[in-house]
């Protein structure tokens, strides 16, 4: 065989790639243009960098999140162990210190004997060989030409990043720690809002300039709005949907109680610890697109926040993916270059974890096909089979980016009302088949 394998870009993808064919014993060659160029959003030097939230989401089983989660650490996936190494508190998701999650999968990355790191641009899809492409969803230059003539144009989405603010800036008179319902102990500080303080704050917030869109942020060749991805849509775009849009969403007030009142607030936007010591908070919720000024005017009307250190301010960026359906396979090759393959956002799924996992498939499927075996593609049953089938239906029409939830998952075919109750029915099927599967298909 071809012991040879290419991957471009060290994000959650390309590490997961790499390392899952290495691990197999194929020689990689990962290429990554940090620390010689960043792309507008990124900061840090170290693989799989944190660009928006540090959280991967939930992690109990019976969700879309940890089911996703437990199919990719049977696969032997590299991330989520590094997660767990280096969580921080979060309730019943699982956040990581952004910097010390990175540096372990660096070191990891860099330390295994089958892969070899170049720090190099790559400028074009190779022309021989096998290759996973997971340079991201800000793929840009001669590279992002490149892929495009291959695979005949992009699909333009937007994604945003929140606030973080220092913890010692935060006034604990007015907030409170607290989990919603209770679940994992004071994990997260909630500022709370009584009616008054919620409309001043309301009318501030959309009526606060928005910063101007980048060149590098629009469509190709065009000067157009951007379209706004649902799942990441900025707090100020979903508060002018109507006065209550917020209030049912990032602010909502459910499973908390203010324990100066001993009644639920209005209306509340919940602080998320950023790092393993505590020293900072992220605004959970709190994408946003305005003009920094105005982040530091409108968000500092937050009670608690009102002299807040805001030590990274929102910002927003454009992601980029190929329409999937008319180009890939469910093992994530393409079909008109088979010995291609793509991971990641570029592909149309949509999150870390999510990213990380087609990833792995993309990895496998490499090896596989190097080897003369058939391709490794989950059942539908299964959260990553469900992926899988999406980015590659060739019915779909309009390709929109997907996440992991339990709508991608066949019916169970059984009437359970309790909605905890239905999930883990669905994930202990998905798991029952991931395993059957897996024994019948092995390496």
Partial sequence: MNNKLTVIGAGFAGCEAAWAAAERGVKVELYEMKPKKFSPAHKYNGFAELVCSNSLKASRVNSAAGLLKEEMRRLGSLTVPCAEETAVPAGGALAVDREKFSDLVTEKVRSHPNITVINEEIEAVPTEGYAVIASGPLTAGKLAQSISELCGGYLSFFDAAAPIVTAESIDMTKAFSAARYGRGGDDYINCPFDKEEYLRFYNELINAESAPVHDFDRPENSKDDFTVYEGCMPVEVLAKRGEDAVRYGAMKPVGLTDPRSGKRPYAVVQLRRENESGTMYNLVGFQTNLKFPEQKRVFSLIPGLENAEF??????????????????????????????????????????????????????????????????????????????????????????????????????????????????????RALEAFDNYISENKD
């Fill in 311 to 428: 030590v990274r301010y929102g910002v927003m960026h454009r992601n980029s993916f190929i329409n999937s359906p008319k180009l890939l396979n469910a093992d994530f090759s393409m079909r008109s270059r088979p010995e291609i393959f793509f991971g990641g956002q570029i592909t149309g799924v949509e999150g870390y974890m999510e990213s990380a996992a087609s990833g792995i498939i993309a990895g496998i499927n490499a090896v596989r096909k190097m080897n003369g075996q058939s391709p490794l593609i989950l059942p539908r049953e299964t959260m990553i089979g469900g992926l899988s089938a999406y980015i590659s239906d060739k019915t779909v029409t309009n390709f929109q980016p997907m996440g992991a939830n339990m709508g991608i998952l066949p019916d169970i075919g059984v009437r359970i009302k309790d909605k905890q109750a239905r999930y883990q029915a669905v994930a202990d």
